[in-house]
């Protein structure tokens, strides 16, 4: 099963923290064994997906990310989207605003940046 579905039923059974701890979990256990890809875009579709019905934990598993790849400017992209589902609009443009900082001339970080500002 891959990392991506596996963190997917964990979010939508128990919920955020849960796959967060379940992904840091095999992370310890399996990187650099072939066996789950714990690449920086591995999470982030499906996360674009769970903002949908649990924005709550796309933002728990985005920011875990986050953490194992701090220059990434998709998962920012994607955790602002994520906030925005959740209604965190404050948080969504701290993210972006991040991102542009890691990439000035991303166009998709400056177009949701600037729905949110209006």
């Known amino acids: 099963m891959q990392i991506s579905d596996l963190m997917w039923q964990t979010s939508m ?4 923290e849960a796959a967060v701890a ?3 979990d ?13 690449g920086e875009l591995a999470l982030i579709s499906m996360t674009e997906r769970l903002a949908n019905v649990r924005p709550d934990a796309a933002v728990a598993l985005l920011r875990m990310n986050i953490d194992f790849h701090p220059d990434s400017v998709q998962s920012r992209i994607s955790l602002a989207y994520a906030l925005t589902r959740g209604r965190d609009y404050q948080g969504a443009i701290a993210a972006l605003r991040e991102a542009l900082r890691l990439d000035p001339a991303n166009g998709v970080a400056k177009g949701m940046l600037a729905q949110l500002d209006q």
């Not at 059974?13 to 955020?16: A, E, F, L, P, R």
């Not at 095999?26 to 714990?38: C, E």
């Open 26 to 38: 095999l992370r310890a256990r399996f990187y650099g064994r072939q066996a789950y890809d714990f």
């Open 13 to 16: 059974k128990d919920g955020g």
């Open 22 to 24: 379940r992904y840091r």
